[in-house]
């Protein structure tokens, strides 16, 4: 998967923005707040943030070693590193950030849920 491509699947989603807290170069892609993607672009390999439940996120690191691993700087309970540009499909890539995303909306509350399907 390419940074272009990483950006625009993150983009695809209702209500997802691109923001910038940290520093110009970490891209973190949140809905209604609440983050559910970061990553550098720009750094090779790629990797991005992802949160993943629990028993999948060790399942995920025991199936993928060097590919996906805990959360750098994440609460490594519910957050994977995923290589993005490696030999992970692209597939899988775009499954563990749906997955992410979906993950954040069901934790926000009903009427930030429902307000996702309005523009």
Known sequence: MTPEQLRAFCLSFNAAVEDFPFRPEISVFKVRGRMFALTTLDARP???????????ALRLRDEYPG???????????HWNT????????????????????????????????????RP
């Open 67 to 77: 590919l996906i691993a805990p959360g750098w700087h994440m609460n490594k309970r």
């Open 82 to 117: 995923v290589t993005a540009d490696g030999d992970l499909p692209d597939a899988l890539v775009r499954e563990l950030i749906e997955d992410s995303y979906d993950l954040v909306v069901a934790g926000l509350p009903r009427a930030d849920r429902l307000r996702l399907d």
């Open 46 to 56: 790629l990797t991005v943030n992802l949160k993943c439940d629990p028993e999948d």
